[in-house]
């Protein structure tokens, strides 16, 4: 079993900055991606950025510019520094790890972002 761990949540205010950490405990296998989704308070958990083995990365349309995924799969270690935050970034940030065919997920970090 892959332990994953979140940091850095905090609360800010609109247009501020934080920066996310991902870190996952050693594994026979190596990372294939690492990646960041949210869940606000009575909605679904919601993709927000990802990073593969080989450096590509992908994002939500509205966090585009905003936010920037990275890491070092090798060193199971991963980041996603947010930008001009937003009130609507409000929510529980995870970490999900994939390694091989399974999904490994954190208990996650709180955002707030107050206008």
């Known amino acids: 079993q892959v332990q994953v761990v979140e940091s850095g949540g905090d609360s800010v205010q609109a247009g501020g900055s934080l920066r996310l950490s991902c870190a996952a405990s050693?594994?026979?296998?190596?990372?294939?991606?690492m990646g960041w989704y949210r869940q606000a308070p009575g909605k679904q958990r919601e993709f927000v950025a990802v990073?593969?083995?080989?450096?590509?990365?992908n994002y939500r349309d509205s966090v585009k510019g905003r936010f920037t995924i990275s890491g070092d799969l090798v060193k199971n270690a991963g980041y996603l520094q947010m930008d001009s935050l937003k009130p609507e970034d409000t929510g529980v940030y995870y970490c999900?790890?994939?390694?091989?065919?399974?999904?490994?997920w954190g208990q996650g970090t709180q955002v707030t972002v107050s206008s």
């Open positions: 999900n790890v994939r390694v091989n065919t399974a999904s490994h």
């Open positions: 050693k594994t026979i296998f190596s990372i294939n991606a």
């Open positions: 990073i593969s083995d080989s450096g590509s990365t």
